[in-house]
């Protein structure tokens, strides 16, 4: 029973690419929550997707972030762009339909722009 | 949103004593989490504790929701104890997000 799969679990990028993080959630989870850490900082909310859906993506920076939770396959955090300020760890965290046990969280993908 | 605040910052034990690590909240939630992140980065789900009572060997958790707050216990502390812990809630009504505490940076000497 494989927990929450992020990966990579490092990922260096330059200025101005891409980046694509990946989560499987735990099987039978079909929500997915997305969490960014900066340094010495505690874990902020950037986005919550089920199957197909967006359901809140408060948390997103307006530009260069996106988010998807495809049918098939995992979701996808995708930075365009990236710059030294999106160096972080980012975690995502997995729930079944009923948050009665709470969530659980991947390892996360350390990301360091250079 | 709702606060979260968690205390002491920082906290620094001789290996084999006890501690409590506090988070007050300020309002009401229908999920509260405590988590350990340790110094590999990890993010281990210790309890989900939105009311009442809960141990799970060395640990223990007690929520009091109607006077928000939540406290952990760590007792006969071990030096893999070590890192960050943090409490997460989730604000009634709030959509299914987790707010979490600044959390509490734990050092146990051996």
């Known amino acids: 029973n494989a927990g929450v799969m992020q990966n990579p679990r490092h990922l260096v990028r330059r200025r101005g690419q891409e980046a694509r993080l990946r989560c499987s959630p735990m099987?039978?989870?079909?929500?997915v929550y997305w969490y960014r850490q900066l340094p010495e900082e505690g874990l902020k909310f950037m986005v919550y997707?089920?199957?197909?859906?967006?359901?809140?993506e408060s948390g997103m920076p307006k530009e260069r972030f996106s988010a998807e939770f495809p049918k098939e396959g995992p979701s996808i955090l995708r930075i365009q762009q990236v710059v030294r300020g999106d160096s972080a760890a980012y975690f995502c965290?997995?729930?079944?339909?009923?948050?009665?046990?709470?969530?659980?969280f991947g390892s996360g993908t350390r990301l360091t722009v250079v | 949103g709702i606060q979260v605040e968690q205390s002491p910052p920082d906290l620094i034990l001789q290996e084999g004593a006890n501690s409590t690590l506090r988070c007050n909240f300020s309002?009401?939630?229908?999920?509260l989490q405590w988590f350990h992140q340790n110094p590999w980065g990890q993010l281990i789900n210790l309890f989900y504790?939105?009311?009442g009572t809960k141990q799970n060997g060395r640990l223990s958790a007690t929520t009091v929701a109607t006077e928000r707050y939540s406290l952990l216990y760590i007792s006969s502390s071990q030096t893999t104890d070590s890192g960050v812990y943090f409490c997460?809630?989730?604000?009634?009504?709030?959509?299914?997000?987790?707010?979490f505490g600044k959390g509490i940076t734990l050092s146990v000497r051996p």
């Open positions: 965290a997995s729930s079944a339909a009923s948050t009665n046990y709470g969530y659980t």
């Open positions: 099987k039978g989870h079909s929500h």
């Open positions: 997707l089920q199957k197909e859906n967006i359901i809140d």
């Open positions: 309002d009401s939630v229908n999920n």
């Open positions: 504790i939105p009311s």
């Open positions: 997460a809630v989730i604000n009634t009504g709030a959509n299914s997000k987790l707010t």
